[in-house]
């Protein structure tokens, strides 16, 4: 089942912050993102697996509360090269189970 | 980390005609996947490429239309059969190699296919 992205697009000015919310109706055991550019593939930014934890990749980091099946996104301080679409997928049950991903949120940052 | 190359990069096809479609990562992986991404819109997955055996299709995907062969660790092929414009899209090839812990899934530039 698709997992729910909000918000479905967003706009910022450089420097500002922002957050994308992943949430699924079903026990997980991993959640995956990525960006795409347009007309490029998309790009692993990082897994988090059951357990809370916490993670981060530059100014980019991420949570998995698995308990309420979600997760957020944490962009800090946006750069141009941040823009994109953002795609969180996420796998349940077990390690060989398929990504399924949401729909995705637009992001823009301008100058 | 895995690369992951695809071959063609794009194609414009005849309504009717088939096209096969080749993915080649530059390490083992543990498992193969073909996805579809019309545009704007999310990554579709049509199927797992299993090494060796039949691929496994997701719900409203088949093996007439989509077939797929994995014949070893690190190459596979996905053929769009008697295509129409209907299946113009954006198909991606993805891998997931094995990590401490984690596995991490790639993907390929994808296939841009435009059917006339």
């Known amino acids: 089942q698709q997992p729910v992205q909000s918000p479905q697009a967003v706009i910022l000015r450089e420097g500002e912050d922002a957050v994308i919310n992943c949430s699924s109706s079903k026990a997980l055991y991993s959640v995956h993102w990525y960006r795409q550019k347009h007309g490029e593939a998309p790009v692993f930014l990082m897994i988090?697996?059951?357990?809370?934890e916490q993670k981060g990749h530059e100014k980019i980091s991420a949570s998995f509360n698995e308990k309420k099946q979600q997760s957020s996104l944490y962009l800090t301080a946006s750069q141009l090269s941040y823009s994109g679409t953002y795609f969180c997928g996420t796998k349940g049950r077990t390690s060989y189970d398929k990504v399924i991903f949401g729909p995705g949120t637009s992001l823009s940052v301008i100058p | 980390s895995a690369v992951i190359s695809q071959k063609p990069s794009r194609d414009i096809c005849q309504r009717g005609t088939s096209l096969t479609i080749q993915c080649q990562v530059d390490s083992q992986v543990t498992m193969m996947f073909w996805y579809r991404q019309q545009p704007g819109q999310s990554l579709t997955l049509i199927a797992t490429?299993?090494?060796?055996?039949?691929?496994?299709?997701e719900s409203g995907f088949v093996i007439d239309k989509f077939p797929i062969s994995r014949p070893n660790l690190t190459f596979s092929t996905l053929t769009v059969s008697n295509m129409s414009p209907e299946d113009s899209s954006i198909y991606l090839c993805?891998?997931?190699?094995?990590?401490?812990?984690?596995?991490?899934?790639?993907f390929g530039p994808g296939t841009r296919l435009t059917v006339l």
């Open positions: 490429a299993n090494q060796g055996s039949e691929a496994t299709y």
């Open positions: 988090l697996l059951k357990g809370g």
């Open positions: 993805s891998a997931i190699s094995p990590g401490q812990g984690s596995d991490t899934q790639y």
